[in-house]
T-cell receptor, first 114, second 111 residues
Framework: NAGVTQTPKFRILKIGQSMTLQCTQDMNHNYMYWYRQDPGMGLKLIYYSVGAGITDKGEVPNGYNVSRSTTEDFPLRLELAAPSQTSVYFCASSYGSPGNQPQHFGDGTRLSIL | GENVEQHPSTLSVQEGDSAVIKCTYSDSASNYFPWYKQELGKGPQLIID?????GEKKDQRIAVTLNKTAKHFSLHITETQPEDSAVYFCAASNMDDKIIFGKGTRLHILP
């Protein structure tokens, strides 16, 4: 059972480039999330999804886009990379709503924008 | 909105001693409080959680206490071991059924 799988693990982008961070889960969870983690700042929610075809903004959505065409996959898109998007990105999933169910995290994508 | 404060930001304890990490929250509607452990290069992993109808929960060397009146909850690790070295995050649910994370505590277990 793989859980939540994120690819790539590391990536360096130039300013203005675009890329997609991939996330897939095999637990048949309805809820999926994208967080960014900056040093000393904890985890900030970027976008989340309560099921296939449904997405919503979190605390820091600017500069990102998501889609949820299947239950398993929840890719995060950066259209015009900026230095402020240098961070570690975590995808997570949960069986039920985050307010009462634990989240399962992937091992992250470390992204540098130069 | 909900605010979760976590202290200390860094904690060093001698192997075998106990470690305590404290969190406070602001939303009186909070009713779910998970704790996550993040090892180097890995994602956070749930280690224990507690709900508002319970004051304390234990799992081997780990315990969590909740004081709803004071709006604070704490993680207690007894008989610390080298593998306990990690970053620990507390979190609390809010009235929008979301989770708000604290900023983390880096725990060092000294030999």
């Amino acid at each position: 059972n793989a859980g939540v799988t994120q690819t790539p693990k590391f990536r360096i982008l130039k300013i203005g480039q675009s890329m997609t961070l991939q996330c897939t889960q095999d637990m048949n969870h309805n809820y999926m999330y994208w967080y960014r983690q900056d040093p000393g700042m904890g985890l900030k929610l970027i976008y989340y999804s309560v099921g296939a075809g449904i997405t919503d903004k979190g605390e820091v959505p600017n500069g990102y886009n998501v889609s949820r065409s299947t239950t398993e996959d929840f890719p995060l898109r950066l259209e015009l990379a900026a230095p402020s998007q240098t961070s570690v990105y975590f995808c997570a999933s949960s069986y039920g709503s985050p307010g009462n169910q634990p989240q399962h995290f992937g091992d992250g994508t470390r992204l540098s924008i130069l | 909105g909900e605010n979760v404060e976590q202290h200390p930001s860094t904690l060093s304890v001698q192997e075998g001693d106990s470690a305590v990490i404290k969190c406070t929250y602001s939303d009186s509607a909070s009713n779910y409080f998970p704790w996550y452990k993040q090892e180097l290069g890995k994602g956070p992993q749930l280690i224990i959680d507690i709900r508002s109808n319970v004051g304390e929960k234990k799992d081997q060397r780990i315990a969590v206490t909740l004081n709803k009146t004071a709006k604070h909850f704490s993680l207690h690790i007894t008989e610390t071991q080298p593998e306990d070295s990690a970053v620990y995050f507390c979190a609390a649910s809010n009235m929008d059924d979301k989770i708000i994370f604290g900023k983390g505590t880096r725990l060092h277990i000294l030999p």
